[in-house]
């Protein structure tokens, strides 16, 4: 298997498949980002303090400085769908179960880490 460094990407194409999805609407991409920061922000003390690098904050700023709304929509598109998620769920995620909360935690760092090893290591 090659080092992180040696399979480095520029976009997230092949992580999900963004020929068979449609664009959202405003409302909907709206309704995405807020329970994106609701995840984002619920998890944002969660990383124990041995860890390399604050996850929640790699995934934010991600999104915050993607250059183009459709970057921003590809980053929702797999975030989501590495939590398992709807992208265009109107639910609110609960995170007052504790098995699920410590699944969506383990998507999410595994989504850190994966962006970290992915694009942004050398």
């Known amino acids: 298997m090659a080092s ?3 399979r480095h990407r520029d976009s997230l ?4 498949e963004f020929s068979s999805s449609p664009p959202l609407t405003e409302e909907a991409r709206n309704q995405a980002e807020t ?3 609701a995840i984002v922000d619920h998890f944002r003390d969660q990383n124990p303090s041995n860890d390399e690098y604050d996850r929640t904050a790699l995934v934010r700023y991600t999104y915050e400085y993607a250059l183009t ?3 921003k ?4 598109q797999a975030f989501f769908g590495s939590l398992t ?3 265009t ?3 609110d995620v609960d995170l007052t179960n504790k098995q699920r909360e410590n ?9 850190a880490d994966y962006l970290l090893n992915n694009f942004f290591l050398p």
Not at 13 to 16: F, Q, R, S, V
Not at 73 to 76: G, K, M, Q, R
Not at 103 to 111: P, T
Request: hydrophobic residues 45%; negative net charge; glycine residues 6%.
């Open 35 to 37: 329970r994106f920061y």
């Open 85 to 87: 998620i709807p992208l």
């Open 4 to 6: 992180a460094h040696r």
């Open 89 to 91: 769920d109107t639910v």
């Open 69 to 71: 709304e459709k970057a």
């Open 13 to 16: 194409e092949g992580l999900i």
């Open 73 to 76: 929509y590809n980053l929702l």
């Open 103 to 111: 699944e969506i935690w383990s998507n999410l760092a595994g989504f």
